[in-house]
């Protein structure tokens, strides 16, 4: 019986790999269908160039650096128990692969493409691994402190604010310093219209996304044992949420339509585990409200040029969602209990806070060194051609 629990959890922790896998083509194509047409190529490159880099950087050093295990030794120690410390490390490596995928969003259009990928390597090998290990991982002893002075630990279950959050304000730092797109603002005040180049692939990736979110946060029990229905019905309140707030709040553009469920997502993964359903509801529909007033505030007023919107997608509605789960994950509201939510508000701080910093070392270093921006010449041409040498369509641009 031992074995085939063994065998079943491997299986378990592995499907949700694959789903979140999955997750990456619906950044892809979410990029791809929001960003220009002169820049398609480069955002499908970038996704997966990108997911190869974080995996040798979460194998060789980011995983130890989170949870202390290594995998330099024998490939029989290694198939011990199935494999299941394999799994899980591919299980949440595609977490950690969600941190570039999530800048990479943001700083679209305009940025280089060797220097992004050494950001990867920074961000995926120390950066996030160091705030993962200390949530999940039990390092340091933050989450003792936090238990003693606010009496839970910090309660993440599916990363609100460990991938999502972090992710989030790690992009606002890279787009502060990277400044916008060429001629999106005017210098007579006026704001330049950068459309999207496809509205059927920006859904396309949304959809792929929210499908595969379902094992982000399902999967995120780890073993089979512990998988739990109300987690699913959670997170299928909270796109909801977030989906029927961002259509109302964004006049049915659909670019917040499609957005939406995602901030609904976004939100509700920190306390899925402990949350009720109409708990999850309101904290989803928040979510969609804080992703359309402050995309259209930071583009609008505020002149900060996130392309995808990721850091008040992510970032903001991140954030949001570790506070949400100190409140409707309690007894009071309808929760299942055991959180709190001063150690919320303590965790999502100091998540938010670790991320900027983090975001404006690696970028600010490379920013001084390397340089981050593609020339003028580079950014009007599009980085498909500059970076890549094809088009999205090369069929029409051969010069006959």
Request: glycine share 16%; net charge neutral.
């Amino acid at each position: 019986m031992d074995q085939v629990k063994q065998g079943t959890d491997a299986l378990f922790i592995l499907l949700g790999a694959i789903m979140v896998l999955a997750m990456h083509a619906g950044f892809a194509f979410l990029e791809l269908g929001t960003v220009r047409k002169k820049n398609q190529v480069n955002a499908l490159v970038k996704i997966l160039v990108d997911f190869a880099v974080s995996t040798l950087a979460y194998f060789l050093v980011g995983y130890t650096v989170a949870y202390g295990v290594n995998f330099f030794t024998g490939a029989e120690g290694l198939a011990a128990k199935n494999g299941y410390e394999l799994v899980k490390f591919f299980f949440l490596l595609t977490f950690a692969a969600a941190i570039p995928a999530i800048v990479s969003g943001g700083i679209a259009e305009r940025a280089r493409f060797g220097p992004q990928l050494i950001a990867t390597a920074a961000l995926v090998g120390l950066v996030y691994p160091l705030f993962e290990g200390v949530v999940w991982g039990g390092k340091f002893g933050v989450q003792g402190w936090i238990k003693a002075v606010a009496g839970a630990e910090f309660h993440d279950f599916a990363g609100s604010v460990v991938v999502h959050a972090v992710g989030g304000w790690i992009g606002l730092a890279a787009v502060l310093l990277l400044g916008a797109r060429a001629n999106r603002y005017r210098k007579d005040g006026g704001i330049s219209a950068h459309p999207p180049s496809s509205i059927p692939f920006l859904a396309l990736g949304a959809w792929i996304l929210a499908v595969g979110w379902f094992g982000f946060n399902v999967m995120s029990a780890q073993t089979i044992d512990k998988i739990s229905g109300l987690v699913a019905v959670n997170s299928l309140m909270a796109m909801a949420g977030g989906t029927l707030v961002a259509t109302l709040m964004g006049r049915n553009d659909p670019g917040f339509v499609h957005n939406g469920p995602l901030a609904g997502l976004v939100a509700v993964c920190a306390g899925s585990d402990v949350m009720h359903p109409l708990g999850a509801l309101v904290t989803g529909g928040v979510a969609g409200m804080i992703f359309v007033s402050l995309f259209t505030l930071a583009q609008n007023r505020w002149k900060i040029d996130d392309v995808l919107g990721v850091w008040p997608l992510h970032g903001l509605c991140g954030a949001w969602g570790g506070i949400a789960c100190g409140i409707f994950g309690l007894q009071t509201w309808g929760g299942l209990g055991g959180v709190s939510l001063a150690a919320q508000l303590i965790g999502t701080a100091l998540g938010v806070a670790w991320a900027l910093s983090g975001g404006f070392v690696v970028y600010g270093v490379l920013r001084q060194t390397m340089g981050l921006r593609l020339s003028a010449e580079e950014e009007y041409e599009g980085a498909d051609l500059s970076i890549h040498k094809i088009g999205a369509t090369p069929d029409r641009e051969v010069n006959w």
